[in-house]
DNA sequence: TTAGGGTTAG
C-alpha cells in the first residue's frame, strides 16, 4: 500500500473511525510520512492528520499541532479551522483555553479566513461568554449564513431567546439550521410551545413533522434523525426510536449515543449494552457520551466488574479522559452494588474534587443500604457545596428516620424550615407523542 | 465534485 492511497483515504470520506489509527500508524512505521512528494507538503499532511482525529480524538488532533509547530510546518487556515473545532469539544474545554489559539491565528494574519473566523465563533459560542461571541461576529465584514447560525446557536446556548429572536427576525436568509437553532434554543430553555409554534412557522407542518421524517427516510438527515431517536427516547417510546435508528442510512456517533442512551434511561440496559458492543464492530469510535450512557446501563443492573472495565477502557483503549459525568456514574455503579468502602475510596481518590452530583450519587447508596454513618458525613461535605437543596436535606433526614436516629433527623427538619427552603412537591407527568 | 466553518447525543 502506497503512502499516497493511504494519505487520500485519509482526506476523503474514512468508512470507519478507527482506521485512521491504523493508517497513521502504518505511515510512520513504514517512514513513509514525510517522504512523499508532490502536494503533500508538511502542511498539507498534518492538516490531514489533525482533521482525520477531529472527530474521534479532538485532544489528539491539538497534540498533533504542537508536533506541527515543531517541526516549522507552517499552519494556514485550514490548520485552524480544525484546530478550533477541536477546541470546541467537551473535552478539549474542560482543560484548555482558546486564547493560545486564538493568538496562533492573530499572528499569522490567518483571521481574515471566513471559515476561521466562524470556526473561532464557534468555540466562543461554546465556552459560554456572550459578550465575546457577539465581539468576534461584530469583526467579521461580511458574515454569511454559517456564522450568523453560529450567533443564532450562541443565544439559545445562553438562554437570551430575546435576543435570538430579534436576530432571527433580521435575517435576510435563513436555512434549515438557522430554524432548527431557534428551536433549539427554545427546547434548552425549556420554552416548548414556543419551538412547536416556531417549527409550524418554519419547515414543517406542525404536528406531522416527526412523522414525515420518520416515514420518508430519504429527507432524514443525521441531526433529523438523530434528534427524532432523542425525542422518542425521553418519551419512553423505544420502539419508535429503534425503528428510526434502523431505518437511518448514515449514523454518526451521537445518532449511536442518543439509541444507547435511550435504552439506557428507559429499564432497557441489556439492549445499551448490547447495542455498544455493536457500534465498536461497526467500527464507529465511542466517546465520553457513550461511556456515560454505558456506565448508567452497568449501575442500573449491578455489574460492577463490567463497568469498571469499561472506565479503565476509556483513558487506555480510547484516549479519553474521564470527566465529573464518568466518576459520579462510577460512584452509583459501586453505590447501588452496596460496595459503600470501594464508592467511598473512589470518591476519595479522584483526581480533582467532586462536586455536588458525585457526592449524591453516594448519598443515594446510602440511603438505599441504610449506610447512616457515612451518609451524614457525606451529607455535610455536600451541604458545603450546596446549602440550599431541598432534596439533600430530605435525604439526610429519611435516611437517619430509618435507623430511628430522629433526633438528627429532626435537626435536619428544622434547619431547613429555619433556612427558609421549601421542599418542591413531588408530581407525576403523562406525556404522549 | 471534496484538506476547512453552523443545527443532533450526556
Not at 494574519?109 to 473561532?120: A, E, N, R
Not at 425525542?231 to 428510526?244: P, S
Amino acid at each position: 500500500m502506497n503512502s499516497e492511497y493511504l494519505l487520500q483515504r485519509l482526506q476523503r470520506f474514512i468508512e470507519r473511525p478507527n482506521q485512521i489509527k491504523q493508517i497513521h500508524s502504518l505511515l510512520i512505521t513504514t517512514a513513509l510520512l514525510f517522504n512523499t512528494a508532490s502536494k503533500w507538503n508538511p502542511t498539507l499532511l498534518y492538516n490531514t492528520l489533525i482533521r482525520a482525529y477531529l472527530n474521534i480524538i479532538p485532544h489528539c488532533s491539538l497534540t498533533l499541532f504542537t508536533f506541527m509547530l515543531h517541526h516549522q510546518a507552517p499552519p494556514n487556515g485550514h490548520t485552524f479551522t480544525s484546530l478550533f473545532k477541536a477546541a470546541s469539544t467537551s473535552q478539549s474545554l474542560a482543560s484548555l483555553s482558546c486564547s493560545p489559539l486564538h493568538a496562533q491565528a492573530l499572528k499569522r494574519g490567518i483571521l481574515t479566513d471566513s471559515f476561521v473566523q466562524t470556526s473561532l465563533l464557534g468555540l466562543c459560542a461554546k465556552l459560554g461568554s456572550l459578550s465575546n461571541v457577539r465581539k468576534v461576529f461584530e469583526e467579521i465584514l461580511n458574515p454569511c449564513i454559517v456564522a450568523c447560525n453560529v450567533m443564532l446557536d450562541a443565544f439559545g446556548r445562553n438562554g437570551d431567546m430575546g435576543s435570538a429572536l430579534f436576530f432571527f427576525d433580521r435575517l435576510s436568509e435563513k436555512d434549515v439550521v438557522s430554524w432548527t437553532s431557534v428551536i433549539n434554543g427554545f427546547v434548552r430553555s425549556k420554552q416548548f410551545a414556543k419551538a412547536i409554534w416556531k417549527s409550524k412557522g418554519g419547515f414543517t407542518k406542525g404536528g406531522r413533522y416527526m412523522g414525515i421524517f420518520s416515514e420518508t427516510r430519504a429527507f432524514m438527515t443525521v441531526f433529523m434523525g438523530t434528534a427524532l431517536i432523542d425525542f422518542y427516547g425521553k418519551r419512553g417510546h423505544l420502539e419508535f426510536a429503534f425503528r428510526v435508528f434502523n431505518q437511518m442510512l448514515d449514523r454518526e456517533v451521537c445518532t449511536w449515543n442518543a439509541m444507547i442512551s435511550s435504552f439506557a434511561c428507559n429499564g432497557r440496559e441489556k439492549e445499551a449494552l448490547d447495542l455498544f458492543e455493536k457500534m465498536k464492530v461497526d467500527g464507529m469510535y465511542p466517546n465520553e457520551v457513550t461511556f456515560v450512557a454505558v456506565l448508567t446501563a452497568c449501575a442500573c443492573t449491578k455489574r460492577v466488574q463490567l463497568g469498571s472495565q469499561f472506565f479503565q477502557s476509556m483513558r487506555c483503549q480510547y484516549g479519553i479522559v474521564p470527566i465529573m459525568e464518568h466518576y459520579g456514574c462510577m460512584v452509583d455503579l459501586l453505590g447501588r452494588a452496596g460496595l459503600l468502602t470501594q464508592a467511598t475510596e473512589f470518591v476519595n481518590t479522584m483526581p480533582f474534587q467532586p462536586d455536588a452530583s458525585v457526592l449524591g450519587a453516594l448519598i443515594g447508596a446510602c440511603k438505599i443500604h441504610g449506610a447512616i454513618e457515612l451518609g451524614n458525613e457525606m451529607g455535610r461535605r455536600l451541604l458545603e457545596l450546596q446549602p440550599r437543596h431541598c432534596g439533600l436535606y430530605v435525604a439526610l433526614s429519611t435516611i437517619n428516620a430509618d435507623k430511628e436516629r430522629w433526633d438528627r433527623a429532626a435537626d435536619l427538619r428544622k434547619a431547613m424550615v429555619e433556612a427558609g427552603i421549601r421542599k418542591v412537591p413531588a408530581y407525576s407527568f403523562i406525556d404522549s407523542v
